[in-house]
């Protein structure tokens, strides 16, 4: 597997906008294949107007409601603060028919998807709003609407709030993607990209992993409603800051792609079920996959989960902390390696069986776990975990958890709960060849029962089963 983080098409685009520069600065004229743009330019008109491969310069200010279809390998960059915007500012009246609410006409999306907790029985409405940068909750009724809520009469187009709006920004979003369509090979960086109304499983940048190839750099992806970015076969995420969106943060899908050097934090802020799919990276059905150094923090789902037939995927050097539910997660899937993370805090909830590990197997075969820092929190959650299951069969054979091969681990429990080890809920023994060694464990806070080999156990029953042979534990 090529562990390399680097991309030549990334770096070759640096040393271009160098040199554009540099031109730019001794004739005073943009070079051919160079449009520069503004907030008040019809950008689609200049897009569809230019040859495959024009770099478009976006000047500093805020372009709203902006939805580009680029050309194959079009190149998007922005100088300053660029900031995307996909909402529509309101304009609000006190209600004529006499509510005692303010009102204003907006024009409603009806498509809803997704599964929401039942605390947030709205998420699947992709249109948010928001009052000075500051969302607003959801309701279902104008009736007793209180303040920082607001209510969306679909069938008439009106939107109420509760007090006088007076004197604030008032946002709606309102537009799907920022980037979407089949191009291949677009580049997109140095950007802001910032409430759009993407429904849940699809990007603001990126669409439903349409495009292939796209590079994404230096991007900050925010209140966006579905996911931040979304990016098919071939495409690179990298030093980029993905947060506040409302389902999910990034998703990968295809071969040889590449999520490096992010954070990605805080997302799901609209309420998915994070087992139907939220939280902060979600990968299906990949090939070769990359995720390295990133730093992946409160987002409520798991951090990172490689979902459905995903091979040869590479976790390396990332940080993974205060995940609502999973750290790492690689699940009905096949051979990977996780190695060098630092994963902490995951899954602090009351927790049953092995859910909510900090580095999980589900029904997974063939991965090798190693080198990672692993710290349960006394609250709940779990070390590492094997879980094998009935799922039936994916692209390499049946999803089954064997021949995974966890070492050289150090694994820390700050409470008396929390275990590693494997689990099944087959009747059969397809959970052959899984072997932990080599791995280093500290109880800080007592209990005993800190392993599960198809049964809760001991440090000493782990090792009566052969595990852990050379392994240390409990200081």
Known sequence: MDTSVSHPRARSLNVFLLGLAFAVSLTGQTPPGIVNLSPADNIQAAVTAAPEGTTFVLQAGVYRMLSVVPKNNDIFTGTGSVILNGSQIL???????????????????????????????????????????????????????????????????AVYVSSNPAGHVVELSMTTNAFSGSATGVQVNHLIVEKYACPAQNGAIGANKSGTGWIVDHVESRWNHGAGIELGSGSQISNSFIHHNGQLGIALGGTNSVASNNEISWNNYSGFDAGWEAGGGKFLLTTNLAVQSNYVHDNKGPG?????????????????????????????????????NTVKGNGNISTVWLWNAQIELQASSNVEVYGNTVEVPAGGGNGIALINESRGAGTLGTYVAANNNVHN???????????????????????????????????????????????????????????????????
């Open 91 to 157: 304009s609000f009246k006190l209600d004529p028919a006499g509510s005692g609410l303010w009102v204003a006409n907006a024009t409603a999306s009806t498509f809803v998807h997704g599964t929401c907790q039942s605390a947030y029985p709205l998420c699947g409405y992709s249109q948010d709003l928001f009052v000075d940068n500051v969302l607003q909750t959801p309701t279902s009724s104008s009736i007793g609407l209180a303040p920082k809520s607001w209510y969306f009469d679909r069938g008439n187009n």
């Open 304 to 340: 990172l989960w490689t979902d459905t037939d995903n091979v040869g995927t590479l976790y390396e050097n990332n940080t993974v902390i205060n995940n609502l539910n999973e750290g790492i997660k690689h699940e009905v899937s096949f051979n990977a390696i996780i190695r060098n």
């Open 409 to 475: 681990n150090t694994i820390t429990y700050l409470g008396i709960g929390g275990c590693s080890g494997i689990v099944d809920s087959t009747t059969g023994n397809t959970a052959v060849g899984n072997r932990f060694d080599y791995d280093h464990y500290i109880v800080q806070n007592g209990g005993t029962v800190h392993w599960n080999w198809f049964t809760g156990m001991d440090w000493k029953g782990l090792l009566a089963v052969g595990q852990e042979t050379h392994g240390s534990c409990c200081n």
